[in-house]
């Protein structure tokens, strides 16, 4: 399903987008209401499988943000077409008809409108099954398992044979595939042909240390740059061993359908097509852990947050402090109120860090040599000379 779905079809797309001049992205298309707008404001944001893409596409704003009337909708979860308007500007379009998610770890609390969208006309694969209600179920659906299961290979399983936690009843890497039609917060532009208007590209990695919860980059190209560098500790959705650093340009790596080099060059073509009037570009990381290994920030809805700092810097309402990577937030400018998280963690969290940098810099410089060589354009080289030179003031 996966191979058909994505790997082959998106690896087309690409192709064609390229002979065409527009992107095929393997991004989500959110739309923000907030109540200071006068209209919806839309983000495209590319993340690794398994690293939160779907639970921000869905994302519900927190209670204090749903009281001021801050609305999220979903245009579409996983692919955006992404083409050049008639003013100027950046469009994506959603060509999907349904959700394709991880289960695992979907509930009621981490993504309410995924697991809404299940409950009918849905296609479950490699979850576990439960036959006292004809059911399915997966890890973390619910706070226990219940007391008697068929796993994901059809085998009678109860929740002792998981005590060593290597036996789950459902597979880590489970899918589920529901009509978009079922989501509660499914954007009136979900079928749109001509799409909307992007305000912000996001990128995003599982990154334990390093990358701040989030920074802006300093031009087009320099987001080029940014996204080419993504990498991620690996999860069940990719192949390979988990927890393993794995560089995932633009979140596409399984997906280019031809030289990744050429594809980094599609994307400054891109960048000059549309000039000024190209959207914010910027990474976020909501895995950022402590010396203990617990997540700082606590992510899901609370991710609205930082939506909302990216929105106003894409109006030019809120200034930010330039660092060797980017533009990171002022900590003031981080609403944390009604959180668990300090403002002694919010400094942690947007800390820039020129040494690990440094270290970062290297690896991406081995990592480009391997694999590019002087076949990498040369607008993504300068930028990468800017990043170290910049560890060193």
């Keep these: 399903m996966l191979l058909g779905k994505k790997c082959f079809a998106l690896r087309i797309a690409t192709y064609l987008g390229k002979k065409e001049g527009w992107m095929a992205e393997h991004m989500l298309i959110l739309g923000c209401k907030r109540p200071q707008d006068k209209e919806t404001k839309y983000i495209a944001a590319a993340f690794p499988s398994a690293c939160g893409k779907t639970n921000l596409a869905m994302l519900i704003p927190p209670e204090e943000y749903r009281k001021k009337g801050y609305e999220i909708t979903c245009v579409g979860d996983d692919i955006a077409w992404i083409r050049v308007g008639d003013d100027g500007r950046l469009w994506a379009a959603n060509p999907e008809n349904g959700f394709f998610g991880v289960a695992p770890g979907t509930n009621e609390h981490s993504n309410f409108n995924a697991l809404a969208s299940t409950k009918k006309g849905t296609i479950f694969t490699n979850v576990a099954h439960n036959p006292a209600d004809n059911t399915v179920w997966w890890e973390k659906m619910t706070k226990d398992a219940p007391e008697f299961l068929y796993d994901w290979t059809g085998e009678p399983w109860t929740p002792a044979m998981n005590a060593d936690g290597k036996h789950p009843a459902a597979n880590p ?13 499914i954007s009136p532009e979900f079928n749109s042909k001509q799409g909307v208007p992007l305000s912000a590209i996001v990128f995003g990695g599982r990154r334990a240390t390093t990358t701040p919860l989030v920074y802006q980059s ?45 594809y980094f060059r599609h994307w400054i073509d891109m960048g000059k097509k549309v000039g000024d009037k190209a959207p914010k570009i910027f990474n976020v990381n909501w895995f950022r852990q402590d010396e203990k290994g617990n997540f700082m920030w606590p992510g899901f809805g609370e991710n609205m947050r930082v939506i909302d700092w990216i929105l106003d810097r894409c109006e030019g309402k809120v200034d930010a402090q330039e660092t060797a990577i ?6 003031k400018d981080i609403n944390i109120k009604d959180t668990d998280v300090s403002a002694e963690t919010l400094d942690k969290l947007l800390y820039v860090d020129k040494a690990r940098w440094a270290n970062e810099a290297e690896e991406i410089e081995k990592y480009y040599d391997d ?16 990043l170290k030179a910049n560890c060193k003031k």
């Design 173 to 185: 890497n489970s899918r589920f595939t529901a009509p978009a039609e079922n989501c509660p917060c």
């Design 218 to 262: 300093r031009d087009w190209n320099h987001g080029v740059f940014v996204g080419s560098i993504m990498s991620s500790e690996t999860t069940a959705a990719a192949t390979g061993a988990v927890g393993v650093l794995r560089h995932d340009p633009m979140a596409m790596k399984p997906f280019m359908g031809y030289s990744v080099a050429d």
């Design 326 to 331: 980017g533009y990171v937030p002022y900590a």
């Design 371 to 386: 694999n590019f060589g002087d076949k990498l354009p040369k607008e993504i080289r300068d930028n990468l000379a800017t």
